[in-house]
Nanobody
Framework: QVQLVESGGGLAQAGGSLGLSCAAS????????MGWFRQAPGKEREFVAA????????HYADSVKGRFTISRDNTKNTVYLQMNSLKPEDTAVYYC?????????????????WGQGTQVTVSS
């Protein structure tokens, strides 16, 4: 079993930046693909970004491409999401997710492990 704990959410102004972290524990982190998803009020949860174990493969949602950066530190079992040029439409609960596979996918059903989520609010 893998436990995921997100941190770093909060309030930012439009155009500002926030950084999220997700620490994994419970078993070996090796070979896991990590993803970030978000759910805005009244909307379905959607894919944001994903990164493979070797960092060679990274995917972003079109809505965040060029503004968000996903990274990971395998020595710390931690994945990060740096969010720049934030927009009010980025307001959501952000979830970290993990899948025990080298394949980097964007479908949330492919991720069996989830964190509890952290709120990000962007004011205009």
């Amino acid at each position: 079993q893998v436990q995921l704990v997100e941190s770093g959410g909060g309030l930012a102004q439009a155009g500002g930046s926030l950084g999220l972290s997700c620490a994994a524990s419970g078993r070996t982190f090796g070979g896991y693909t990590m993803g970030w998803f978000r759910q805005a009020p009244g909307k379905e949860r959607e894919f944001v970004a994903a990164i493979g174990w070797t960092r060679a493969r990274i995917h972003y949602a079109d809505s965040v491409k060029g503004r968000f950066t996903i990274s990971r530190d395998n020595t710390k079992n931690t994945v990060y999401l740096q969010m720049n040029s934030l927009k009010p439409e980025d307001t959501a609960v952000y979830y970290c997710a993990a899948r025990p596979s080298l394949a980097v996918v964007t479908t949330q059903d492919e991720y069996p492990y989830w964190g509890q989520g952290t709120q990000v609010t962007v004011s205009s």
